[in-house]
């Protein structure tokens, strides 16, 4: 009789395996579940964050970083853009509630008046402001059609772009390099695409504030090379700001409070920035 649990009978294998699944479905889900795999090993990053809480980060930064940021990816120009006049008004507010008092911004033609706008640009008004539009050699007269043109306006359109203009020769000045003189009743092609650049970056900022804000950081920053320039110099008697370099180093305008010279003198020409 034959015995089916005799000894020299061999143990059964189950050699049995998986059947593979290779439905459209599956593959669906496995690449789902190899996304959710990745995410949990990247590292945490800005740019998971909502936008509400990138723009309110940006509302402490300096104009400059801000302007970085947008650099980085479509998204996050898209942020800094799409909020620029929120980032820049809150930018402002923190950092240079002082140097924005000082230095407010002409009024567009377009937000004024359409009967005071008939008037503003008549032969006889442009004549009668003409003193004050004279073409200064560093500064782009300001563009009737573009800029209110009372005289308030006209005056702030050439601070800022003095204030452009003055940032553009910080190194001359920090490295004692002389500023090129222009011949006098002549221009030069360098000068007049750097006069034209100033010029642009102004209306820009007349637009957009953030690039105001970063005029105004633009601003600070020349303030205080040009606080320590005349801290440095020995033999310059004259009564100097109190800046101390914790002051330099904060990034804002506060220290502007304190006691100081008055800065009156508008400088007709670069040769008065030396003494700024």
Request: aromatic share 8%; charged share 25%.
């Amino acid at each position: 009789m034959y015995d089916r649990h005799s000894d020299n009978d061999e143990p059964l294998e189950d050699n049995t395996i998986a059947i593979p699944l290779c439905s459209k479905r599956t593959k669906r889900m496995q690449r789902k579940r190899a996304k959710r795999e990745q995410k949990r090993r990247e590292p945490a990053s800005l740019l998971q964050l909502p936008a509400e809480l990138l723009v309110e980060i940006m509302q402490y930064l300096r104009p400059s970083d801000v302007f970085n940021c947008a650099r980085v990816n479509y998204f996050l120009s898209f942020c800094v853009f799409r909020n620029a006049n929120a980032i820049g008004r809150e930018i402002i507010k923190r950092r240079y509630a002082i140097l924005t008092q000082c230095f407010p911004i002409p009024t567009l033609m377009s937000h004024v008046d359409p009967e005071v706008q008939a008037v503003l640009i008549t032969p006889d008004r442009e004549a009668l402001v003409a003193i004050h539009k004279k073409p200064y050699q560093h500064i782009q007269p300001p563009d009737p059609y573009f800029t209110c043109t009372c005289l308030t306006c006209i005056l702030t359109w050439n601070n800022l772009s003095l204030i452009v203009d003055f940032a553009h020769w910080q190194e001359n000045l920090d490295n004692g390099e002389p500023i090129p003189m222009l011949p006098r009743g002549q221009k030069t092609e360098w000068n007049k695409e750097l006069v034209d650049q100033n010029a642009a970056v102004v209306r820009k900022a007349l637009r957009n504030t953030l690039w105001y804000a970063q005029i105004l950081e633009r601003h600070l920053q020349s303030t205080v090379r040009a606080i320590r320039r005349h801290q440095g110099n020995k033999g310059n008697k004259r009564r100097h700001f109190d800046m101390t370099e914790v002051d330099a180093q904060k990034g804002t305008d506060e220290f502007l409070a304190k006691s100081g010279p008055p800065s009156l003198e508008f400088p007709f020409h670069r040769d008065n920035y030396y003494l700024l």
